[in-house]
């Protein structure tokens, strides 16, 4: 059992990576179009805006994640779901933060407005992409079948 699992992993990253990329799409597609219709350079509004954008690539990487990637682990129980929810706000918060922190350093350089908030706002994705990979393989579609 334990060779099927090392085999699946690479598969699992290669399937978490392309649907990362969809939701990198959803992410900063949103993002961008929040920005147009409410230009800001205010904190608390991007960080407000941020938030919708990463919820609903969060919403589109449950769905996906739990139909592909994580199928064989994914039961679709209320622990299961809590559990998404609790890495999605904890990845929420190292994608904003980064984000924020990323704009203000990218601002010291004097990087116009549009391509400062997407380059942070790539700095971020990364940053909890990679996090929540780990906290979703281990957490919360961990293959308890898989130790039985």
Known sequence: MEQKQKR????QTLQFSIIGIANAVVDIGSLNLLLFFF???ERWMLSILNTIAYSLAVANSYIW???ITFRHAAEG???QRIGFVLQGGFSLLI???IFLAANEILKLFGIPDW???NLAKGIAMFSSFT???FMIKYLV???FKQKK
């Open 65 to 67: 994640n739990s139909l």
């Open 8 to 11: 699946r992993t690479p598969i």
């Open 77 to 79: 129980s209320a622990k």
């Open 39 to 41: 230009p800001t350079d």
């Open 141 to 143: 579609f961990k293959d």
């Open 95 to 97: 994608n904003t933060g």
């Open 115 to 117: 391509l400062r908030y």
């Open 131 to 133: 996090a929540s990979f």
